[in-house]
């Protein structure tokens, strides 16, 4: 169901395959977990991207099926929450969803945990819980309103109504919309570039911004500067500071160190 292989040395790839749709069962949902710890564990691994087999649908969300029966109990999921990554929350590496058709339910709450989204011309994002007696508490209540104008927020989650890739990237949620056989070369390109960053950096950025984003911005830099931020404080510590720089002026690649 979960298939993984590793692109350009750092890349890690992570596929949905479970036909037709991609949807989520209990085995799917503990297959990303396993993904995603992998991601967060390996120092190799600078980026991941996630994307649905097939070209109809990314993920139509949680298997309802599974609901029908009993076993949608959120005590079952493993070390990053519902999928893998929705409670994730001391990941300091990028992931980049790569939406290759319909995102419906956890399959829309996915992307929304993920820090990019490249997205196929004409893909459809939409939150039905509401419509199946619901709520979409795999993070695309919470989410979604801190993500997307308020508005907008609302009328996915109140109504059940679709949104094209092209209304989200309208809206600053989707980063490029591209023809659907271009979307994980487009989502490998993002991931290359991030790769070329220090790893220290992209650590310290990511950390910095979860971190901070609900506080003022006078607070912001008071916790910055003295709160309790490892990543942080391995950037600033990192010979990557002066690497950096003198690679600059040497006009050569820099050697990041981890």
């Known amino acids: 169901m979960i ?19 991609n949807a989520i069962d209990q085995v799917m949902s503990d297959g990303l977990d396993a993904a995603f710890n992998r991601f967060e564990d390996d120092a190799s691994l600078r980026v991941a991207i996630v ?8 993920s139509a969300g949680w298997d309802l099926k599974e609901v029908a029966a009993g076993r949608d109990d959120e005590d079952q999921f493993g070390r990053g929450g519902y999928m893998g990554l929705t409670e994730r929350f001391s990941l300091n590496k990028p992931v980049i969803a790569a ?35 619901m709520v979409a508490e795999g993070g695309g209540v919470i989410r979604a309103p801190r993500i997307l104008p308020p508005m907008i927020a609302m009328e996915l989650l109140l109504t059940g109504l679709p949104l094209t890739a092209e ?66 404080r391995r950037m600033r510590a990192s010979p990557n500071r002066v690497e950096g720089p003198r690679a600059f002026v040497e006009k050569r690649q820099p050697d990041w160190e981890p």
């Open 51 to 58: 994307t649905g087999a097939g070209d109809r649908f990314f």
């Open 167 to 232: 209304d989200l990237f309208r809206h600053g949620f989707v980063n490029r919309v591209v023809a659907a056989d271009a979307v994980l070369s487009t989502a490998l390109e993002l991931a290359a570039a991030i790769v070329r960053a220090a790893p220290t950096s992209v650590a310290a950025t990511k950390e910095i911004i979860r971190e901070t984003g609900h506080l003022t911005i006078r607070e912001a830099y008071a916790a910055m500067r003295t709160g309790p931020m490892p990543a942080y």
């Open 3 to 21: 298939r993984t292989h590793v692109e350009q040395g750092a890349i890690l790839v992570i596929t949905m395959d479970r036909p037709p749709a």
């Open 99 to 133: 939406v290759n058709g319909t995102a419906a339910g956890g399959g829309f709450e996915l992307a929304l945990a993920c820090d990019l989204v490249v997205a196929a011309s004409g893909a459809r994002f939409v939150l039905p819980e509401a419509r199946n007696g």
